[in-house]
């Protein structure tokens, strides 16, 4: 027997298991006091599952959970070499030292789980692989959508439907701003200003209003649903700084609203991935997803549109997702499996380059304002093969708003037909060029 199968036979002996929290920030103190309601965890787990020690940068600091001093330590290694450590939860946040100190748990044949977006998508794949060759249990619920359960649904209770598309709002702070833009009128800068006033936002909104944050979440649930390797860096990204309240209202009488899509499709035997603003028709079941809300639409054959949706983030329900995680590994250990039976086997496949996507297009034009300018905008169009779907002038005077739809074009030969029209002495501006995503 090797240490890890020792580990866990003893554990399937034990009435508990012992719990190394890195991290007690905002989730962590959540996820403390939820194990301390034993009727709660030991319930559902058949264990009582003890935290033994936690470890912090600031152990002096004042903690809003009343905690025994001597539990903390600020040597995190400390916590994942412990022999009397059973699972090792992560809420550190970041790259490193998360990354090190996860694999070097899941090596020493721990458990873990971990609420890191950032972490699993960069080097899910990596530690998933690591934890099958080990065989050990990696949970990650929480990295996505706080206590919307996905991961585990998308990957095991729909893991015979075939998932071919996974469209999400998964950012909470960019969905807040264009909803607020769209009911008050407000610029994008008064939005995110009472995004933060609110709470909603950061003081530094980077990662959320150009889409990182959701482009992370995008890679996790795409490998979820696919099973296969994607990682930060396959998802293409734009995000939310350059929609102006004109491009909202002319959306609007078009028919759509606007939202940052997290999208996800497999297609013969490749994927998209894919983070942008995108029109979205007013009866699509996001686009009355509003303020802070997160939703996830799952499609695939035979299955029909299946949602998910709630407040995406916060302490309180990420708890929720990180303490499941540790209910049904604790479960399992119980039961003297230490990991999954099968594991999680990612395999890679091609992510299809944006300007491969095929997708309708809308299109705002500053054109000046004569007889015979459509007609010689309109021909750049056809001489791209992108048809227009329907072409309107929003305004009068010696230059003109024009908005445009698209019918479903390359995005290759889209970027074609922009480049021309910049050539063009008659078009003065192309303010905003945004992807419908009409499907369900
Ligand atoms: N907050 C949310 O709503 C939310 C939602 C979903 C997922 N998540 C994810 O959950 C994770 C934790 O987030 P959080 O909001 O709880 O973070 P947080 O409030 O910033 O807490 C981080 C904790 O880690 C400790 N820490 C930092 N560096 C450390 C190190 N080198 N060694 C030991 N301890 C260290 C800090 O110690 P001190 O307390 O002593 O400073 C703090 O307790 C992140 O991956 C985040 O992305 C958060």
């Known amino acids: 027997m090797d240490d890890t199968e020792n580990s866990a036979a003893s554990a399937a002996q034990r009435s508990f298991l012992s719990i190394g929290l890195l991290g ?23 264990v009582s599952l003890r935290v033994k020690k936690i470890a912090v ?14 539990i903390f330590t600020t040597d995190p290694s400390e916590i994942v070499a412990s022999p009397d450590v059973d699972i090792v939860v992560e809420l550190i946040g970041g790259l490193e030292p998360a990354h090190r100190l996860v694999l070097e748990a899941i090596e020493r044949g721990k458990a873990v789980v971990t609420a890191n977006k950032q ?9 998933l692989g690591k934890a099958e060759t080990v065989g050990v249990e990696l949970g990650f619920e929480g990295s996505v959508g706080g206590g919307i359960p996905l991961i585990k649904p998308i990957r095991e209770s729909l893991a015979a439907a075939r998932i071919r ?34 709470g909603f936002a950061e003081a530094d909104p980077r990662e959320d209003i150009e889409g990182h944050d959701a482009a992370a979440k995008l890679a996790i649930l795409a490998s979820a649903a696919f099973g296969c390797q994607v990682t930060n860096d ?58 802070e809300f997160n939703a996830v ?35 399992r250990l119980r039961l003297g499996f230490r990991g999954r039976p099968g594991g999680v086997h990612l395999v890679p496949m091609r992510v299809r380059p944006i300007e491969e996507v095929v997708l309708p297009c809308y299109l705002s034009l500053q054109v000046i304002d004569r007889p015979g300018v459509f007609a010689r905008v309109a021909s750049v169009f056809g001489d791209e093969q992108v048809s227009i779907a329907s072409i309107v002038q929003k305004s009068r ?38 992807r419908v995503e009409a499907t369900i």
Not at 25 to 46: M, P, S
Not at 172 to 198: K, V
């Open 24 to 46: 007690f920030g905002t989730v962590g103190a959540h996820v403390y006091r939820l194990l301390q309601d034993e009727t709660l965890v030991a319930a559902r787990a058949g």
């Open 234 to 291: 396959d998802v293409y990204r734009e995000g939310i700084a350059s929609i102006t309240p004109k491009d909202i209202a002319f959306a609007k009488e078009l028919g759509f609203a606007i939202k940052l899509l997290a999208i996800a499709r497999s297609q013969d035997g490749e994927i998209e991935a894919r983070v942008h603003p995108a029109l979205v028709p007013l009866n699509h079941p996001l686009a009355t997803v509003a303020d």
């Open 165 to 198: 598309a996974v469209t999400a709002i998964l950012n909470g702070t960019t969905n807040y701003i264009l909803t607020r833009m769209a009911a008050e009128g407000w610029t994008f800068e008064a939005a995110l200003t009472a995004a933060q006033r609110q």
């Open 297 to 331: 639409l799952v499609d695939g054959p035979g299955l029909g549109p299946v949602i998910f949706s709630g407040r995406g983030a916060g302490g309180a329900p990420t708890a929720v997702a990180v303490v499941g995680d540790l209910v049904a590994i604790g479960t």
């Open 397 to 434: 005077g010696a230059v003109a708003d024009v908005v445009l739809v698209t019918h479903d074009a390359p995005e290759r030969a889209v970027r074609r037909v922009l480049a021309r029209l910049r050539e063009m002495d008659v078009v003065k501006a192309i303010p905003t060029v945004i």
């Open 119 to 127: 972490l699993m998508a960069t080097h899910g794949p990596e530690l």
């Open 57 to 70: 940068l600031h152990p002096a600091k004042a903690r809003p959970v009343e905690v025994p001093p001597a």
